[in-house]
């Protein structure tokens, strides 16, 4: 089968376009006819091997698909942990769930892992209450975009969306967002003040890191909550226990992969997902989908911020 594969650490060059044997399904596990194949930034620490969980060589990246089980032929999505850069791909049977008719395979893709993480950021980090102002840092993104939405309909009063372009800005407000600002982390925190008429933010999301994470930090009210969800910058940051005192500020970290193991984090958030798409109340932004052998360019626009929304493969292409 086609599929893209890893033999060293290192730039885009590093996923080449290999023909390998097909993965045979473990214990548990099931074989999926991949259709489209998810791009996540994560994606591209794990090319240089800076992401949270180490990899190893050689290796298919790639954590989540769509397609169809070849034991059944249903169509699923599921988090298949690497993968998924491929024509076939195994996940857990228990991590692999059935797409509801009317669903493409581009928005249960955004939903299962981006809309996973939009969900847990309000509900699980944030814990947010109603007529709390939320500040979301990329907010064209796939999370962002989709957090965007979720905003009123969790119970923010007011969303304040922060992206790098007019144009991203612009679809923040087409989502929903109550304001936009400019992401340069000068004058950040300012910037945020000023579009909540003044007052300090009660939540952020954010995922650079560095600059970008200090600044979020200087725009929270006193008990405001921090949750960080990336480090798209590569600039980790240190907090001081003095500092989150002084003000009463909280930060959270969140990484999706936590919740597997733990059914009831997943399910109740997905069903619930599924469920605004189907009324019309969320949809998926899909910023582009590449054909399996462009997937380096595809983490390269992705990586340098032209993309918008959910970044896909075609391995079918």
């Known amino acids: 089968m086609r599929a893209i594969q890893m ?103 955004a939903l299962l892992l981006q809309g996973l993480t939009a969900w847990h950021l309000y509900k699980t980090c944030a814990r947010v209450q109603p007529g709390e102002t939320v500040v979301i840092i990329a907010a064209a993104g796939g999370v962002g975009s989709l957090a965007v939405q979720l905003g009123k309909p969790l119970g923010a009063g007011r969303v304040i969306a922060v992206a790098s372009s007019e144009s991203k800005r612009d679809l923040a407000l087409e989502l929903g967002a109550d304001a936009v600002v400019d992401a340069s982390p000068d004058g950040l925190a300012d910037r945020l003040i000023e579009a909540n008429l003044g007052e300090r ?35 980790p940051n240190t907090v001081q226990t003095g500092a989150l005192m002084r003000r009463s500020h909280a930060v959270v970290g969140f990484w999706l992969m936590h919740c597997i193991g733990r059914p009831a984090m997943i399910d109740e958030a997905l069903a619930d997902l599924f469920a605004r798409v189907a009324a019309g109340e969320l949809r998926v932004v899909v910023g582009g989908t590449y054909p399996l052998d462009q997937a380096a360019q595809a983490q390269v626009d992705l990586r340098e911020r032209r993309t918008t929304g959910k970044v896909l493969l075609d391995p079918t292409a």
């Open 7 to 109: 033999q060293a650490f290192g730039g885009p060059e590093v996923l080449e376009l290999v023909d390998i044997p097909m993965p045979e399904p473990a214990e548990a596990e099931v074989l999926i006819k991949v259709s489209r194949a998810g791009l996540n930034y994560a994606d591209t620490h794990q090319r240089t091997n800076s992401y949270l969980a180490k990899a190893t060589l050689p290796l298919v990246p790639g954590s989540e698909v769509a397609g169809v089980r070849e034991d059944t032929g249903e169509r699923v999505v599921a988090l298949c942990g690497d993968g998924g850069y491929a024509e076939y791909a195994t996940a857990p049977g228990a991590l692999t769930f059935p797409i509801p008719d009317g669903v493409d395979d581009a928005t249960a893709l």
């Open 201 to 235: 933010v009660d939540a952020v999301f954010e995922m650079a890191g560095g600059q970008v994470f200090e600044e979020c930090m200087a725009a929270l009210a006193p008990f405001g909550r921090c949750v960080t969800y990336g480090i798209a910058s590569e600039e």
